[in-house]
């Protein structure tokens, strides 16, 4: 006799067990009578009967437990849990119902991201309006820094989601005023602009490594899941394409070298930071 087992699922603690449908005993034929007891390995289920031929198949089913107790020592007792304080539904309103674990220190220092995000947008935007002034006329670069912009904006976006989902309040802090200008004597303005987007790049990623300690000293592995997977990998790209930039840029020099340069940003297609 074959038997296929399609499923087996072991509840700790409960009679329910098993259902296992046999499956293939096509040309075989089966006592009617047959018994089959399977030891189980779990302590769940002592045994196995089959019994009740159907067709060309069988019904078995899982009869008895010789111990309830589960092997890991973890028991759920879910209706004395719940009565614990954590588990208890705020019913004030201004208190989130959803927060759980999410340390205030956290919450301060993601609010704290969400103004380093603004604040290099600014920036990044101040840079767009200067490369698309009439007498500067840098298009790509324009383009570059505008698509940037929106990008570190976004970030903050993506922390005040999560700031909602853990139950914190976000709370925006101002923006420092960014420079106008970004012409220098020796560097010209794209070179100029672009090293000072390193550093910035840079910054921000120390900060988003702060805030990874945070999460981290305050034990919240989501947040710093969160943030490894949302910005940490994104950020050290970011820096690597702005390095590029400040290096192909003291390649080509001032004037003309710089006209190239903006073009290949024209035609990039994205390459915000
Ligand atoms: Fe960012
Ligand atoms: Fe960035």
Excluded at 175 to 193: M, R, S, T
Excluded at 220 to 242: C, G, R, S
């Amino acid at each position: 006799m074959f038997l296929e087992a399609t499923s087996a699922i072991s509840l700790q603690g409960s009679n329910l067990g098993l259902l296992l449908n046999s499956a293939s005993a096509n040309s075989f034929s089966t006592p009617s009578s047959c018994n089959l007891s399977l030891l189980s390995r779990s302590s769940s289920f002592s045994s196995l009967a089959l019994s009740r031929k159907r067709d060309n198949g069988f019904t078995g089913y899982a009869l008895s437990e010789t111990n309830s107790m589960p092997l890991t020592g973890v028991v759920f007792q879910p209706f004395e849990e719940v009565k614990k304080d954590d588990y208890i539904v705020p019913i004030v309103p201004q208190v989130s119902l959803a927060r759980q674990r999410f340390s205030e220190e956290s919450e301060a220092a993601i609010n704290e991201q969400i103004n380093v995000e603004y604040n290099v947008s600014y920036v990044y935007h101040s840079m767009y309006a200067y490369f698309d002034r009439d007498n500067i006329a840098l298009k790509g670069l324009a383009k570059f820094f505008k698509d940037s912009s929106e990008e570190e904006r976004d970030h903050a976006q993506k922390l005040m989601e999560y700031q909602n989902i853990r139950g914190g309040r976000v709370k925006l802090h101002s923006i420092l005023n960014p420079p106008a200008e970004f012409e220098h004597v020796e560097k010209g303005d794209a070179l100029y602009a672009m090293e000072l987007a390193l550093s910035l790049e840079k910054l921000t990623n120390e900060k988003l490594l702060n805030l990874h300690s945070v999460a981290d000293s305050n034990n919240d592995p989501q947040m710093t899941y969160f943030i490894e997977t949302e910005f940490l990998q994104e950020q050290v790209e970011a820096i690597k394409k702005v390095a590029d930039y400040v290096t192909q840029l003291r390649m080509v020099g001032k004037g003309h070298g710089v006209w190239h340069f903006n073009q290949m940003l024209l035609h990039e297609g994205d390459g915000a930071l």
